[in-house]
């Protein structure tokens, strides 16, 4: 038997798109001899469709998209995910079902038993939980067909009561295939690539595995799907961060033609860059905007993401907007200028001198002399943010968050101003990491200057102001938040890990403090197992443990 | 058996003051000869605690409070809610759990089964369903223990396949209680009085329901603990958004010396202006600040925000900025002055025309003369966020958002504009529902100026411009808008429901592309059944159905 594994890009909500593309994707199988095309967790509707699942308009579409791709089938069978209703009265409505589809005819429908319902996954909000397994069977092999979190029970704290592998083995099946929508991290492919090859190694069964590839809005796909043999040793894998389609002969219980490889994953910058890369792009298209603009400061943080947008977007397409006030540098400027000329994008220089001195001329009575504080510094990101947004509005440029994730977690940022955007290309990378990918971007050649990327950072909305003054050495400063938000510990257990008393404590402070803030900015490409954003809900008028 | 029912205000994460408060009512409970004493459910941390549960030292803390509150149970029983570690390796860490204390001693832990992840709640994302039931005896009583949801699997369409009252009906109890965490919207009373009295007629035991009080920054507690007898009749009820502790004594298989009242739902807007209030100051309160301020217009909403702040803060605590620009009309200045004088609250005037000027002018090389439009409309609203952040960063106060509900649905604002602030007042208040709630602040004297009410409405950005200029009226556009976010219908459904068919597809349109925006507004005080935030997860990027 051959199977097609088809890897693609879906856009939730839009079922004319997927129905073509899967429909494509079908034919193209056909055409190549294969038997048997799987596609992705949710492929007809795209992940995560949210609270668009309640919309029984929403379920009727994603049926009907499965009577049209099942007219597609002659000759051939697909697997395929998509919600479908529970015909129970009792529980949720929905299930998160994979279709087993056979020459034009629906032939079984598998439901997904363990539904993620932490970080970024809200699940068990509209699916029903399934209890009831069974094996496919098709040309004679008997294929024990599971949904992404299905196969994930498997660690020593493990999240569910019961395992969907552990019931299915019963009818001693041949093979195994999971379709997954499973989201990028930096570090979650090698997670993945474990529980699987688990997986295979526990069951003595091969395993094909299909991921979806794009972005929708903050979550990531790198796809990257997996072939593994019966010993979890890995045979193949598609490609990461971009559509595929391969396909591979099942006989005499094996994938026949392939040995062993070895697990590879890239570097962390080179995966983060290529996430964010799709991120910016997939926002762009799957919004239907072209032209991006942001403030170039002249540092670190715009130029990064100044570069990742003319590269996923083409430097034609973005526009830099210089906006200069009396604390700004020369060299700023300069550095800002450099990068535009080496990048080949667009750029405006409007200097906010002439609109903070109008801001503190009507403010003057009510403000009675009262000392220069962050009132005045806010005004001044303030009305940077009023600069780009009217460029956003006068020319349809959509607006890029610059903000790091360092910053963002201690509240060095102005809301409604430097934290203002469309979407935030940097908000999960934190500063070290942000230089990492400064010089992943200068591989080649130098497209950041050089001085963007040495030079002390620093806000420039005082005299001779510096990041340093009022935060600890970015390089401190990133493992200590990485304790606390990556891995939730207490500051009694950071400090016991060998970071300063005070530091800790006024650190995880002023994280506590920017909940509100972060409460209100943009959707952030998630890049880390922690993002700010849909996966970390925090009470903003709580009283906090540090 | 004497129990008393404790309806407190907690404090999400505060142990220090819900352990005091809670060891008070313990003491009060005791000097009234009470045997028994009930609090809310997770009334240990507060309601919803949010991903404080997964550090580990938040549950550590949950145990040290239930131990200091053990010790102060001597002669006495209390029935408590809490998180609890689950002891099984397998399924989630945590039980969403009721302790049961007697003299100093706990005797049972009883936990949740049904756990609501659907709307605000996402309690599956934290909580292992219990699968494991038993009542509690206590002085010869045999006590039904629920939390909460367990109560609530009683309707035609039941969402969860198992109910933990018919497990504990088979033990034969003789009461009834549910602690709960129950949050406000204009209806839910009504359901859960319904829900409630059900429950005690189809299991024919006396049913004592414990509810919390108070706002968490969205959510509202409304409290209004309830009493039923053996036939779901009401007895008794706790007050409304307030504290309340009562003592009723149980003998002879039903609760003594209460006749059947009728249940009687206060008027909406009685309870949406009171729900509010308390959202307003228990905001201020519980995140320590005092003063607040808000841009004031002249129009109905920023008057009506003002009038509630006055009223939670007191007047003295509140600072009004009038913002007017050259298209601002004198009557919207006097009516602001008018309020302000009726109110009795601080207030400024800044004009903006000198801002406006200056940004046009930086402006003009690049935006080369093409014609006024959103862009210029919406620096004078982003002008003005600017000046009453200023106002809010130099002297303390909290920006309170003015934003209605109609408005915030078809994006009829500014983005860090009129949509800034720390918290959304009237985000979840449709316009028609603001008139009603300006007509019931006026009910004893004119506080908002008659104009500000009969005026058409208007946001000035531009010459002689009416909201009704780009919008249907209000009557019409709220019951749309009702139809699509409340009730879920299809544009399909809504056309057939007797809307006009452009009309629906052009609000609806609007709706959807304003998703990007409504992503990035403040918390919203949550009054309906469905409010925009936390409760409705929409795609950003996505393709939408109309």
Known sequence: MKIALAQLNYH???????????????????????????????????????DFLEF???????????????????GIACIIGSPTKNPRIQGKDLFNSAYFIEDGEVKKVVNKALLPTYDVFDEYRYFEPNQDFSCIEYQGVKIALTICEDLWNINDNPLYISSPMDELIKEEPDLMINIAASPFSYNHDDNRYKVLSDNSKKYQLPLLYVNQVGAQTEIVFDGGSFVFNEKGELLDQLAYFKEDLKIYEFADQEIKGYTPIEYKPWPDVKQIYDALILGIRDYFYKSGFTKAVLGLSGGIDSAVVCALAAEALGAENVLAVLMPSKYSTDHSIKDALDL??????????????????????????????????????????????????????KFGNVLLNTSNKSESAVGYGTLYGDMAGAISVLGDVYKTQVYELARYINREREIIPENSIVKPPSAELRPDQKDSDSLPDYDVLDKLLYQYIELKKSSRDIIAAGFDEELVKRVIKMVNKAEFKRYQTPPILRVSPKAFGMGRRMPIVGKYLS
Chains 1, 2 share one sequence.
């Open 12 to 50: 939730i909500g839009n079922f004319e798109s997927n129905t073509a593309k899967i429909i494509g994707a079908i034919e193209q199988a056909k055409t190549n001899g294969a038997d048997l095309v799987v596609f992705a967790e949710l492929a007809i509707c795209g992940y995560p469709p949210r």
């Open 56 to 74: 029984t308009e929403f379920i009727e579409l994603c049926e009907n998209s499965i009577t049209e791709i099942a007219a597609a089938t002659k």
């Open 340 to 393: 535009v000329a080496a990048l080949g994008c667009k750029h405006e220089v409007v200097a906010i001198k002439e609109i903070t001195d109008a801001f503190d001329h009507v403010l003057e009575p009510a403000f009675r002399g009262l000392p220069f504080n962050v009132a005045e510094e806010n005004i001044q990101a303030r009305s940077r943010a009023v600069i780009v947004m009217a460029f956003s509005n």
